[in-house]
């Protein structure tokens, strides 16, 4: 069974830093493409991050690009998403999702949900201002 567990999300003040991860099992976590997807409140999916099969390729939405940095540890099968300078437009439920393939389909905007194959539970990010 595939589980993807998301945690590290929290209530945290502008500017503040968050670290999110996500644990990964029930499939062979080295070999395909991770994602993080957001959904702020009262709007859609929204494409975050994502990064290739081995970590040697990152992609990152351009609105936040600067501010994020996703890795994975293949050993440990972990996925994380740091993210800096907090902005109260970062709230939202944050999503790990898996890809279908090693490298990701497609970045950026809106997400459908088909577009992944499995997600995690999502975590909770909220930014104070």
């Known amino acids: 069974e595939v589980r993807l567990v998301e945690s590290g999300g929290g209530l945290v003040q502008a500017g503040g830093s968050l670290r999110l991860s996500c644990a990964a099992s029930g499939f062979t976590f080295a070999d395909y493409a991770m994602s993080w997807v957001r959904r702020a409140p009262g709007k859609g999916l929204e494409w975050v991050s994502s990064?290739?099969?081995?970590?040697?390729?990152?992609y990152y939405a351009e609105a936040m690009k600067g501010r994020i940095t996703i890795s994975r540890d293949n050993a440990k099968n972990t996925l994380n998403l740091l993210i800096s300078s907090l902005k109260s437009e970062d709230t939202g439920v944050y999503y790990c999702a898996k890809g279908y393939m090693d490298y990701p389909a497609d970045t950026g905007g809106e997400v459908a949900q088909h577009e992944y194959d499995y997600w995690g539970q999502g975590t909770q990010v909220t930014v104070s201002s």
């Open positions: 990064i290739n099969y081995n970590g040697d390729t990152t």
